[in-house]
């Protein structure tokens, strides 16, 4: 996997004036390297849609693209991977079906799932919500910066932390050890898409260099 460090998910909620393309697009501009499809009210033909669109933009900039929740339409668009919630189809049954090849991504909300994300063979797993967030409907607890830093201590495969995060907040998660961040709403709903995403990816690289 190529490794990445500020991973950016849509939203449409957060542009209903804006088309998708042009505003992952500028996020990518800014310095986003990696991508997700992530819409949870549209049908299976309008994500299958997007998902063709995104994947040609995404292989223009070499950008890994990610679906959300659909191994179908990971596989039909030959996305380069999918992440998966707790309720989703099953790691194992998802490798199966996606091979050895694709990144297969899990959030986690304890260090439980976590390791068995990893055990499992999981490409990364997500760390959260370490904030409140609106963005996401049905959010467990808010999971804190302690989580983060016990991800950190104890899982070796790589994490982002999500849920939350915004340019006032995302030195906290950094100093916490997190090397990846994942948005939504702080990025793809900033007026200044690109310049967000500048604004996040030159504070992920302070920590990284
Ligand atoms: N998973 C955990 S929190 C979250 C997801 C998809 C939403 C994060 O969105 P935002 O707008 O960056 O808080
Ligand atoms: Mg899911």
Redesign the pocket.
Known sequence: MKDFSLYV?T?EQFYPERNYLEVIEEAINGGADIVQL?EKKKTKRELLDMAKHLKDLCVRYDVPFIVNDHVDIALAVDADGVHLGQDDLPLEEARKILGPDKIIGI?THKLEEAKRAEEGGADYI?V??VFP?I??ED?VDPVGLEYVREVVAHIRIPFVA????KLHNVDQVLEAGAERIC????IVGAEDVQGAARAFASKIKQVRK
């Open positions: 998910i939203g992530r959030s997500g959260g919500p967030t963005t996401k959010v999500i849920g939350g995060i948005i939504v709403s702080a």
